[in-house]
């Protein structure tokens, strides 16, 4: 691979551009500077634009490294399943979906009653909005953080208290706890986090759930998390069998590679379920076969490890390559690294786009970011083969 050339002065400049953000996890205090209330709540540290390729520039996409998808999923298993479940497409989900709760009961150590199954996370992220921010409000989040829910509660009439991430990039749990007033509706906690990719401490969320619990509900988003090294203990599954308002969110997209197949699911208080199968049915909107799916992969746990092994080995492969052309990336644990560039975002994205690879771009209190996925190592070897050319 060409080395980038005038890497040291690049540095430099990147450092300067990013508010001196990257050395190695430590960022500089001003880099989230902006007051996170008494602004306009949309997109005050975090422009989000839509950077998604349009499909029918996929087919000349050599790389896609956009959508935090799994390039080895779903399993075969998982495939053989959904092949055998099509013949069964003339019937409703039902027995499907009981099937698929009562695997999760088992997984998960609650009741039936705990359990609320979604066409994918994002499905339980904007209902659950729905159920909580009807009547207004404020939605307590991080910033910069996943704003699927904070998006469609603002849509519906709530607002959005944007609280800065820690130095560590965690979340600071003491100021979102300070941020709770009377018409705090939720706590919306991204674990792992994007667009960062970091946790925070499983230890400091269940501590930070048991204190504010009672007040507000607290909504932990963890669709990285089986991404993470060591994710066994990492989840905040167990508050709720202990009786905390805590709601837990997964999906299959991920570490099961079925994104397109759409499903996921809740784990919370049965209140909070019933309190949104009163507004929908949410399981009517998963097909049969992905049901069928989801249940031969949770049993696959040999391709949840590869997925696990090989994620961890392109990722630890992208940041060392992004280390070495001075770029500092953020530590990840999740399927995407985050990192500072020095241009235009769009520029970055269309330079890149005319070398087959498609990426993700973000502009972070006004400094501007790249975001990749983990792909295959060939995919990923292309990636930091494009980067080194543009950026020489």
């Known amino acids: 691979m060409n080395t980038i050339t005038n890497r040291r002065s690049w540095l430099k400049q990147s450092a300067l551009a990013a508010g001196g953000v990257m050395t190695g996890i430590a960022m500089v205090p001003d880099l989230f500077a902006k007051p ?25 996409m050599k790389a896609r490294l956009l959508a935090n998808e799994n390039p080895w999923g779903p ?27 009562d695997a999760l009961v088992e997984k998960e150590g609650v009741t039936a009653e705990h359990i609320l199954l979604s066409a994918g996370s994002t499905d339980i992220l904007e209902k659950t909005a ?20 904070v998006k469609t509660a603002q849509a519906i009439g709530a607002t959005w208290k944007n609280i800065p991430l820690r130095s560590d990039y965690a979340h600071d ?64 599954t167990s508050l709720i069998s202990e009786g905390y308002d805590v709601i837990v969110c997964r999906t299959f997209s991920k570490i099961h590679g079925m994104a397109g197949l759409r499903i996921g699911y809740m784990v919370a208080k049965p209140d909070r379920v019933k309190a949104i199968q009163k507004l929908v049915r949410t399981e009517m909107g998963i097909s049969v076969t992905s049901l069928e799916g989801a249940m031969a992969s949770l049993k696959d746990t040999e391709f949840q490890e590869y997925t696990r092994q090989h994620n961890k080995e392109g990722r630890d492969y992208v940041f060392a390559e992004l280390k070495k052309a001075g770029m500092n990336p953020i530590p990840s644990q999740t399927n995407f690294i985050l990192f500072p560039i020095q241009m235009p975002v769009k520029d970055l994205l269309g330079k890149m786009l005319e070398k087959g690879v498609g990426i993700r771009g973000y502009e972070i209190a006004g400094k501007p970011y790249g975001r990749v996925s983990m792909g295959t190592m060939d995919e990923l070897k292309l990636f930091v083969k494009s980067m080194n050319s543009i950026l020489s």
């Not at 479940?85 to 979906?97: D, E, M, T, W």
């Not at 507000?216 to 669709?223: G, L, Q, R, T």
């Open 36 to 60: 996170a209330f008494g602004m306009t709540p949309v997109y005050n540290n975090l422009l989000f634009e839509n950077y998604h390729v349009m499909m029918q520039d996929r087919e000349n």
């Open 75 to 101: 399993s075969k298993k998982a495939v053989a399943a959904i092949a055998e479940s099509a013949a069964k497409g003339n019937r409703y989900v039902y027995s499907s979906s009981k099937k698929m709760v």
């Open 130 to 149: 729905f159920a909580l921010c009807m009547k207004g409000g404020n939605v307590i989040s991080a910033d910069p953080s996943y704003l699927s829910l």
């Open 173 to 236: 749990l003491d100021a979102m706890e300070k941020a709770i007033d009377a018409d705090t509706k939720l706590i919306y906690i991204c674990n792992p986090n994007n667009p960062t990719g970091t946790p925070t401490p499983i230890e400091s969320i269940k501590t930070f759930c048991k204190k504010v619990s009672s007040k507000v509900p607290v909504f932990i988003d963890e669709a990285y998390l089986e991404l993470m090294e060591n994710p066994g203990n990492q989840s905040a």
